[in-house]
């Protein structure tokens, strides 16, 4: 049974940063193309970032292009999401997914295998 617990979400102010960790098991992890999803209240969950299995490629929403950076460590089973110069609008419920495709020019929760139980990130200004 694949397993995903979401960490390091919180709250912060404008202009700061946090750090997503996704710890996964049951699935392998290497073999994987895992992503960044969120979901506002009231608005549909959108695709944030999505990765590659050795993380090579990666696809960017434009609303955090420049911003947020997606990376993973195979040998850790972890998928992590470096978010700087956070803004109100990215308040929001953060959720890690494996998926079953990748493209870098588009990312789709549709893809999506397995989900994390999601981290709250809430961005005062």
């Known amino acids: 049974q694949v397993h995903l617990v979401e960490s390091g979400g919180g709250p912060v102010q404008a202009g700061g940063s946090l750090r997503l960790s996704c710890k996964a098991s049951?699935?392998?992890?290497?073999?994987?193309?895992m992503g960044w999803f969120r979901q506002a209240a009231g608005k549909e969950r959108e695709a944030v970032s999505c990765?590659?299995?050795?993380?090579?490629?990666?696809y960017y929403a434009d609303s955090v292009k420049g911003r947020f950076t997606v990376s993973r460590d195979n040998a850790k089973n972890t998928l992590f999401l470096q978010m700087d110069s956070l803004k109100p609008e990215d308040t929001a419920t953060y959720y890690c997914a494996s998926l079953d495709n990748f493209y870098e020019d588009y990312c789709s929760d549709s893809w999506s295998n397995a989900w994390g139980q999601g981290t709250q990130v809430t961005v005062s200004s």
């Open positions: 049951g699935l392998n992890f290497d073999g994987s193309y």
């Open positions: 990765i590659s299995w050795a993380g090579a490629a990666k």
